[in-house]
């Protein structure tokens, strides 16, 4: 089987703000903006797979790992099963608009991908209603041996996400 795949990675923050120093009226209107396509491939700014998963579930205090190396899903009624080599970009979404129910992004116990974090047992807060875009499009961060088990948390209520992983396959 054939595939292609072309990609876009955005982010965009915009302000408008103004301060009144005695009779003048200050304004900073500005934005900042990340917008990169990747096309089909495996190089530099390059991606040939991507996995998604929306409107799951986790309980307070329950996680679940996905494994980067065997990333499954059902797609046009079948299962297929995609290995990443490496990751250019990682979104994860917490839909939860009211509580206190955050996320937690690594952390795995055993075969940590910990690439954007730092270091093993690092992990990065995802509070309600918020998102987190990981990105590292010109070489991504590699998936191997001993890193393949990305995991989410959620902490003090239940937790509804969406995550949607940009890479590179692994070659069979």
């Given at each position: 089987?054939?595939?292609?795949?072309?990609?876009?990675?955005?982010?965009?923050?915009?302000?408008?703000?103004?301060?009144?120093?005695?009779?003048?009226?200050?304004?900073?209107?500005?934005?900042?903006?990340?917008?990169?396509?990747?096309?089909?491939?495996?190089?530099?700014?390059?991606?040939?797979?991507?996995?998604?998963?929306?409107?799951?579930?986790?309980?307070?205090?329950?996680?679940?790992?996905?494994?980067?190396?065997?990333?499954?899903?059902?797609?046009?009624?079948?299962?297929?099963?995609?290995?990443?080599?490496?990751?250019?970009?990682?979104?994860?979404?917490?839909?939860?608009?009211?509580?206190?129910?955050?996320?937690?992004?690594?952390?795995?116990?055993?075969?940590?991908?910990?690439?954007?974090?730092?270091?093993?047992?690092?992990?990065?807060?995802?509070?309600?209603?918020?998102?987190?875009?990981?990105?590292?499009?010109?070489?991504?961060?590699?998936?191997?041996?001993?890193a393949t088990e990305l995991?989410?948390?959620?902490?003090?209520?239940?937790?509804?996400?969406d995550v949607?992983?940009?890479?590179?396959?692994?070659?069979?």
């Amino acid at each position: 089987m054939s595939t292609n795949l072309r990609s876009t990675i955005q982010a965009q923050l915009g302000w408008t703000w103004r301060d009144s120093t005695g009779a003048n009226v200050v304004a900073n209107s500005n934005r900042l903006q990340l917008h990169q396509d990747l096309e089909d491939g495996t190089g530099t700014h390059q991606a040939d797979a991507v996995w998604d998963v929306v409107d799951q579930s986790l309980t307070a205090g329950s996680s679940t790992t996905f494994s980067l190396d065997a990333l499954a899903r059902d797609l046009f009624g079948d299962t297929i099963t995609i290995a990443l080599a490496k990751v250019k970009a990682v979104l994860v979404v917490n839909k939860n608009t009211s509580g206190s129910g955050h996320m937690l992004l690594g952390g795995a116990a055993s075969d940590e991908w910990y690439a954007p974090l730092g270091a093993a047992g690092d992990t990065l807060k995802i509070m309600p209603g918020a998102a987190v875009l990981l990105t590292c499009p010109q070489a991504g961060w590699d998936v191997s041996a001993g890193a393949t088990e990305l995991k989410l948390a959620a902490v003090g209520d239940d937790v509804t996400f969406d995550v949607a992983i940009i890479g590179v396959a692994a070659t069979s």
